[in-house]
């Protein structure tokens, strides 16, 4: 048999016309297969080494506000967390530990406590919408215990944005220059306290 007999008929051929979409989605289920198999508790923040974000909102069960510039001087804390947040309750007992972490601010950052099927389109400001997110944030914290020197509320999620909060819980570690030197998405845990949040702060000068 010649070697001609096994070259394809060109009417078999696959046109190339077929060839770039077939790429394409090749690629496509590549960079989804990659991106499935990261971890999002190991992505980067782009703010690690930036200020920590400009703020400043009211502090639970009080009067006063708080903000940013009050990092300042200070090893600072600051957990994502809300009452409906499983994953926040599962952490609550670390952060518990942690509070008595000599020199260490300990900052809560009540981010949308009030979902949007429950402010039915009110404001997330009001007072009737601050009065409820209040009360229930401070049942849950007596209930579960009082990890925070102060704990604030982002009402309209905002602040939580500019942090680029990927999902409840979160938390950051900003330095006493107002530098964010860490961020661990999800549940802290004792691992992740223990290699590399606790080594973090004994470095901070």
């Not at 001087?73 to 499983?86: K, P």
């Not at 972490?101 to 402010?119: C, D, F, H, I, R």
């Not at 007596?142 to 409840?168: E, T």
Request: aromatic residues 8%; contains cysteine.
């Amino acid at each position: 048999m010649s070697a001609r007999s096994f070259v394809r008929p060109a009417a078999q051929r696959m046109p190339r016309w077929v060839l770039v979409p077939l790429a394409l989605f090749l690629g496509l289920v590549a960079f989804l297969a990659v991106g499935l198999q990261r971890n999002p508790q190991e992505i980067p923040s782009p703010l690690i080494g930036q200020p920590a974000p400009t703020f400043r909102l009211p502090v639970l069960g009080g009067s006063d506000t708080f903000g940013v510039v009050q990092f300042k001087g200070q090893l600072t804390l600051v957990n994502l967390w809300a009452t409906w947040c499983a994953g926040c309750r599962e952490e609550h007992p670390i952060l518990m530990a942690l509070s008595r972490q000599p020199g260490l601010q300990m900052v809560g950052l009540n981010y949308k406590e009030l979902q949007a099927s429950e402010l039915a389109g009110q404001d997330p400001l009001g007072a009737p919408a601050v009065q409820k997110a209040s009360e229930r944030s401070q049942a849950w914290l007596q209930k579960h215990g009082q990890a925070f020197d102060v704990n604030l509320l982002d009402l309209d999620g905002r602040v939580g944005m500019d942090f680029g909060v990927y999902g409840l819980p979160e938390t950051y570690l900003v330095d006493r220059a107002g530098v964010v030197r860490f961020k661990h998405a999800g549940p802290l845990t004792p691992d992740v306290v223990q290699h590399k949040l606790l080594p973090l702060l004994r470095s901070l000068p």
